[in-house]
């Protein structure tokens, strides 16, 4: 504390001279005076000048950190996958995998199938309706691509997108059936001495089948989301348009046996005119032939694109200014091609890169 010492000193105008042993020997009863005097004010000023030095300290440690570099480590702050506030505005385009699942409903075109293959036939009515092929699904994993460009309005974003979907969804169903109808055809066979018409019997057989393929299909989409920090939910709202190939066959056979009963003709003559006359006599048996049969069939390979619509929906997740990943669900219709409807729902993930 030498220093504060001397700081006082010259704050009350101590010379060194009057400091020294010399001097106050040579003051000793000749100036008590000036010397209380001088005590007193040094009792004073001691406590202020201390305080001030004191309160000086901080400010000449900030000086010397300064002068040598501040040793203070600063708090590291994690890592920020993005700057600021989420941008989605811009083109993007991405790749996606995922899992589908598609039905087809075969009804309208079997129906279609065995009206061609019944037409104008006598037992059209009773053969057109023995079948009726249904719904088949069919599960595949899905491979694809998107791109597309966003509009952002505050934290609505509004864009269009269009995405390729490679499936290969098939599937296939075939049906038979068989009956027997009693007298649906008229008798060809007379009623007469020999012979009495017992009835027809015809049986009708039908076969169909109907394999059905969609190879792959694209969807044109307007999105609609709302930012929510990183995460931007959203619904789609589209048209897609798909290539399929639909393979459906029916045929028919049928043929109808009739029946009748025989008899022995008894031929008698009158002895007074010789007039011959015939009568019906013992039962002889039952005979049957075949009168009818036919068969015929309809349908051949169709192979085109079919429209549809789609509807869905999911969420983007923004990892850095240029990288999110996906997640959705899509339903799409598909209008109906050979009489076959279709139905296709894929749910897949994917990442995609935005500028």
């Not at 920020?80 to 811009?90: L, N, Q, Y």
């Amino acid at each position: 504390m030498d220093w504060i010492g001397n700081r006082i000193n010259r704050t009350l105008g101590l010379t060194a001279h009057e400091l020294s042993p010399r001097h106050r020997n040579q003051c000793v009863g000749r100036c008590p005076e000036r010397h209380a005097m001088r005590a007193a004010s040094i009792a004073a000023l001691a406590p202020i000048v201390v305080t001030a030095h004191v309160l000086m300290l901080p400010q000449l440690a900030q000086g010397a950190d300064y002068l040598r570099g501040s040793q203070i480590e600063q708090p590291v702050e994690p890592p920020s996958f993005s700057s600021g506030r989420a941008d989605w505005s811009g083109i993007y385009f991405g790749g996606t995998v995922g899992f589908g699942t598609s039905q087809f409903d075969a009804a309208k075109q079997s129906a279609q199938l065995m009206d061609q293959a019944f037409h104008q036939l006598l037992v059209r009515p009773y053969g057109v309706d023995l079948i009726r092929l249904g719904k088949q699904g069919s599960d595949k994993t899905t491979f694809g691509g998107f791109v597309g460009y966003n509009f952002l309005f505050g934290d609505v974003v509004l864009g269009a997108e269009l995405e390729y979907q490679r499936a290969d969804f098939a599937t296939s169903e075939e049906k038979s059936a068989s009956r027997l109808y009693t007298n649906i055809i008229p008798t060809t066979v007379p009623s007469t001495l020999a012979t009495e018409p017992v009835g027809t019997e015809t049986v009708i057989s039908v076969a169909a089948h109907s394999k059905n393929k969609i190879e792959d299909f694209a969807v044109a989409k307007f999105r609609a989301g709302y930012v929510m920090g990183n995460f931007m939910p959203y619904l789609t709202l589209g048209a897609a348009i798909g290539r399929i190939r639909s393979d459906g066959r029916a045929s028919q056979q049928n043929s109808t046996t009739e029946s009748y009963d025989t008899y022995n003709v008894v031929t008698s003559v009158d002895p007074l005119t010789g007039a011959v006359t015939y009568s019906r006599g013992l039962y002889a048996g039952r005979a049957s032939f075949i009168s009818d049969r036919g068969a015929s069939g309809a349908g051949v390979p169709k192979s085109g694109y079919v429209p549809g619509f789609a509807i869905g929906g999911g969420v983007d997740a923004l990892l850095t200014d240029n990288l999110f990943l996906r997640a959705e669900f899509q339903r799409i219709y598909f209008s109906e091609f050979k009489g076959v409807e279709a139905i296709v729902d894929t749910a897949k993930v994917g990442a995609a890169l935005k500028f």
